[in-house]
């Protein structure tokens, strides 16, 4: 579940994106509260007006990623029941974890891109990747489906060159890391981070400032 703001663009507006919208989606609009539907009728997305009324709308960022609180989410719950849908917004598993990378392979149709099979922890996921230095046994940041990256691109499932892809394999640059160097490449962990673990900014930086994390 992603969670964002624009006050720019559409203010006193929350919206929440629950899956990928393929350019069909329809919506229902009650009260404050617009549920949005794929072609299939599933819900991918809520919007919400009118926010500030029942959250802490100064204090949320002029844009991006919003974090609910439990409080939040049951002001949200509530808001939804009473425009009278049965939906209940619940929180995901984190979308952007260390991931370990156990094989990785050459595109069949590329001569720079390589597929990579990562363990998130419980799960394994096939990922297509372009940075230079991907390397099967590196531990790496995995973007999942349903990430909201800070420069505001949304990760879904897709396929590079006939290949499916399932999320990303981060660098520096697209995690928005303050000591992020200019130059292309994914993060390669050193020991102690563990596949399925949620991203820790604050820390991972620290190793990227000190030298501990090269590229």
């Known amino acids: 579940m992603i969670t964002c703001v ?8 929350l919206i ?3 899956g990928q919208d393929n350019g069909s989606s329809s919506y229902e609009v009650k009260n404050d509260v617009t549920r ?11 919007n919400f007006f009118n926010i500030d009324q029942y ?5 949320m960022p002029e844009g991006g990623q919003v974090k609910l609180s439990d409080s939040d989410l049951s002001a949200l719950n509530k808001k939804v029941k009473e425009a009278g849908f049965d939906d ?9 974890v260390y991931g370990l990378v156990e094989t990785c392979e050459s595109h069949p149709d590329s001569d720079h891109l390589h597929v990579c099979q990562v363990n998130v922890g419980d799960e394994k996921h096939q990922i297509v990747c372009g940075a230079p230095n991907i390397a099967q046994g590196q531990t790496v940041v995995v973007a999942l489906p349903g990430t909201l990256m800070p ?3 949304q990760i879904w499932p897709g ?4 290949v499916d892809s399932y999320g990303m394999i981060c660098s520096a640059r697209e995690l928005g ?18 596949a399925g673990d949620a991203f820790e900014p604050t820390k991972v930086d620290e190793l990227l400032a000190s030298g501990a994390i090269k590229l």
């Open 55 to 59: 959250l802490d709308y100064d204090h």
């Open 159 to 162: 396929e590079l060159r006939g």
């Open 6 to 13: 624009n006050k720019t663009s559409l203010p006193k507006t």
């Open 16 to 18: 929440v994106i629950l």
């Open 36 to 46: 949005v539907l794929d072609s299939k009728g599933q819900v991918i997305g809520f």
């Open 151 to 153: 420069n505001g691109a």
């Open 88 to 96: 209940e917004l619940a929180y995901g598993k984190a979308t952007l």
């Open 177 to 194: 890391l303050p000591h992020a160097e200019d130059k292309r490449g994914i993060i390669s962990l050193p020991a102690g981070f563990k």
